[in-house]
């Protein structure tokens, strides 16, 4: 299944709970790759800093679900 699908999943599904996540998508070019990059944040309903922050998607899924089981990653 694709990462960002399951990535949207989760947080609906955190939602749902009650915990309130925002992830956020930022692109920037990358001089060394020479392509744009995408760097994911997750952020809590009313925080400004991001919780997490990785360029990989498989990593925030990872951190998501650790939330969602009840592993208090924040």
Known sequence: MNARRTMYKLQTALCAKGR???INQ??????????MVTKYQVLFDGWYEPMFESYKAHEVVQYLAGLLTGGDNA
């Open 20 to 22: 309130l996540v925002r």
């Open 26 to 35: 930022k692109q920037h070019w990358n001089e060394h790759q020479q392509k």
